[in-house]
């Protein structure tokens, strides 16, 4: 995915869609333009080479073909144990039937294609709001 047209005010943000494929980053940013996903989580080992985000922080979220679709800020932002992930983050999340056994078993299948999944995972549950919708279209360079 390529990162295009992002306007200048948000250039210095971090960049990145949701998911593995083109199909999760598409499916995933539509929830969140939706309000459905107002959160995510991440293996805490995603930020080895990196600060994780705090609340404040923003970041701009890609759709599938790598172009700006909304802005988010982070407003909470929690490690918790895989296991110990409950129903209310599972809902959060928007996924699926938004069960806490759905996000269970997508999220074992997401972390186990990344290489490691374990039950006692220490995972970055985060929480987030849109503050902005980026309409794509080409911006003047």
Request: net charge negative; glycine share 6%; aromatic share 12%.
């Amino acid at each position: 995915m390529s990162k295009q047209n992002v306007p200048k005010v948000y250039a210095h943000l971090p960049q990145w869609a949701f998911g593995h494929t083109k199909k999760e980053a598409d499916e995933l940013c539509a929830l969140v333009l939706d309000g459905k996903k107002v959160a995510t989580s991440a293996a805490l080992y995603h930020f080895e080479d990196e600060e994780p985000p705090e609340p404040g922080d923003k970041a701009v979220i890609l759709d599938g073909d790598g172009r700006p679709r909304c802005v988010i800020e982070f407003t909470e932002v929690e490690p918790v144990v895989f296991k110990d992930v409950d129903a209310k983050f599972a809902f959060d999340e928007g996924e699926g039937d938004r069960s806490l056994a759905y996000w269970r078993k997508t999220h074992e299948e997401f972390f186990t294609r990344e290489g490691y999944f374990a039950p006692d995972m220490l995972l970055l549950c985060q929480y987030f709001r849109v503050i902005e919708r980026l309409e794509y279209r080409r911006m003047a360079p």
